[in-house]
Protein backbone atom coordinates (compact mmCIF):
# COMPACT_ATOMS: atom_id res chain seq x y z
CA UNK A 1 0.00 0.00 0.00
CA UNK A 2 2.71 2.78 1.46
CA UNK A 3 6.59 2.70 1.06
CA UNK A 4 9.20 4.19 2.80
CA UNK A 5 12.78 4.37 1.47
CA UNK A 6 15.55 5.86 2.92
CA UNK A 7 19.05 7.19 0.77
CA UNK A 8 21.92 8.76 1.42
CA UNK A 9 23.40 6.15 4.18
CA UNK A 10 27.15 5.80 3.94
CA UNK A 11 30.88 6.12 5.73
CA UNK A 12 32.06 8.95 6.35
CA UNK A 13 35.05 10.39 9.18
CA UNK A 14 34.36 11.81 12.28
CA UNK A 15 33.00 15.66 12.22
CA UNK A 16 31.74 14.92 8.77
CA UNK A 17 28.54 15.55 7.47
CA UNK A 18 25.86 13.47 5.80
CA UNK A 19 22.44 13.85 4.48
CA UNK A 20 19.89 11.24 4.59
CA UNK A 21 16.28 10.88 2.79
CA UNK A 22 13.36 9.53 2.66
CA UNK A 23 10.59 9.26 0.34
CA UNK A 24 7.12 7.59 0.58
CA UNK A 25 5.14 6.18 -1.85
CA UNK A 26 2.03 4.75 -2.54
CA UNK A 27 -1.90 5.78 -2.28
CA UNK A 28 -1.31 8.20 0.40
CA UNK A 29 -3.92 10.39 1.46
CA UNK A 30 -1.98 12.50 3.60
CA UNK A 31 1.24 11.98 5.95
CA UNK A 32 1.29 12.80 9.62
CA UNK A 33 4.05 12.98 11.41
CA UNK A 34 7.81 11.67 10.30
CA UNK A 35 10.68 10.97 11.75
CA UNK A 36 13.68 9.11 11.94
CA UNK A 37 14.32 6.50 14.00
CA UNK A 38 18.44 4.46 15.01
CA UNK A 39 19.60 1.22 16.18
CA UNK A 40 22.78 0.34 16.94
CA UNK A 41 23.82 -3.54 17.27
CA UNK A 42 22.52 -5.00 20.62
CA UNK A 43 20.72 -1.75 21.43
CA UNK A 44 17.22 -0.35 21.74
CA UNK A 45 15.78 1.84 18.51
CA UNK A 46 15.71 5.20 19.58
CA UNK A 47 14.40 8.11 18.58
CA UNK A 48 17.25 10.41 16.41
CA UNK A 49 14.21 13.38 15.38
CA UNK A 50 10.73 13.90 14.10
CA UNK A 51 8.54 16.56 12.24
CA UNK A 52 4.39 17.39 12.28
CA UNK A 53 2.62 17.89 9.61
CA UNK A 54 3.08 21.63 10.66
CA UNK A 55 6.72 22.14 11.13
CA UNK A 56 7.36 21.18 14.67
CA UNK A 57 10.11 19.50 15.11
CA UNK A 58 11.62 17.23 18.45
CA UNK A 59 14.75 16.20 18.65
CA UNK A 60 16.52 13.49 21.24
CA UNK A 61 19.37 15.71 23.32
CA UNK A 62 22.01 13.63 22.23
CA UNK A 63 22.04 15.07 18.53
CA UNK A 64 20.63 18.40 19.26
CA UNK A 65 22.85 21.69 17.53
CA UNK A 66 23.91 18.87 15.33
CA UNK A 67 21.15 17.48 13.07
CA UNK A 68 18.37 19.19 11.37
CA UNK A 69 15.33 17.32 10.14
CA UNK A 70 12.80 18.80 7.55
CA UNK A 71 10.32 18.06 4.81
CA UNK A 72 9.16 18.81 1.87
CA UNK A 73 5.48 17.51 1.13
CA UNK A 74 5.13 17.94 -2.31
CA UNK A 75 7.62 15.13 -2.98
CA UNK A 76 6.09 13.35 0.02
CA UNK A 77 10.24 13.43 1.65
CA UNK A 78 11.30 13.55 5.03
CA UNK A 79 15.45 14.66 5.28
CA UNK A 80 17.98 14.76 8.07
CA UNK A 81 20.65 16.90 7.91
CA UNK A 82 24.01 15.14 10.18
CA UNK A 83 26.54 17.39 10.78
CA UNK A 84 29.51 16.75 13.53
CA UNK A 85 29.25 13.21 13.03
CA UNK A 86 30.66 11.03 15.72
CA UNK A 87 31.49 7.46 16.44
CA UNK A 88 28.51 6.99 18.96
CA UNK A 89 26.00 7.92 15.52
CA UNK A 90 26.81 5.06 13.87
CA UNK A 91 23.46 3.01 13.27
CA UNK A 92 20.97 1.60 11.16
CA UNK A 93 19.00 4.51 10.60
CA UNK A 94 15.05 4.25 9.79
CA UNK A 95 12.33 6.54 8.47
CA UNK A 96 8.79 6.42 10.29
CA UNK A 97 5.72 8.43 9.39
CA UNK A 98 2.19 8.17 10.15
CA UNK A 99 -0.03 7.82 6.83
CA UNK A 100 -3.62 8.13 6.09
CA UNK A 101 -3.90 5.83 2.77
CA UNK A 102 -6.43 5.26 0.21
CA UNK A 103 -6.90 2.03 -0.74
CA UNK A 104 -10.50 1.00 -0.41
CA UNK A 105 -11.47 2.69 2.88
CA UNK A 106 -9.40 5.38 4.26
CA UNK A 107 -6.93 3.50 6.81
CA UNK A 108 -4.14 5.20 8.98
CA UNK A 109 -1.25 3.05 9.36
CA UNK A 110 2.46 3.35 11.12
CA UNK A 111 4.69 2.48 8.27
CA UNK A 112 8.69 1.96 8.67
CA UNK A 113 11.50 1.90 6.35
CA UNK A 114 14.02 -0.66 5.67
CA UNK A 115 16.74 1.24 6.72
CA UNK A 116 19.93 2.67 6.25
CA UNK A 117 23.30 1.92 7.21
CA UNK A 118 25.40 5.04 8.84
CA UNK A 119 28.97 4.60 9.98
CA UNK A 120 31.16 7.17 11.68
CA UNK A 121 35.34 6.07 11.70
CA UNK A 122 36.92 7.27 14.36
Known amino acids: QVQLVESGGGLVQAGGSLRLSCAAS????????MGWYRQAPGKQRELVAN???????LYADSVKGRFTVSRDNAKNTVYLQMTTLKPEDTAVYYC????????????????WGQGTLVTVSS
Open 96 to 111: NAGIWVVVGPVRYLEV
Open 26 to 33: GSIFSINT
Open 51 to 57: ISSGGST
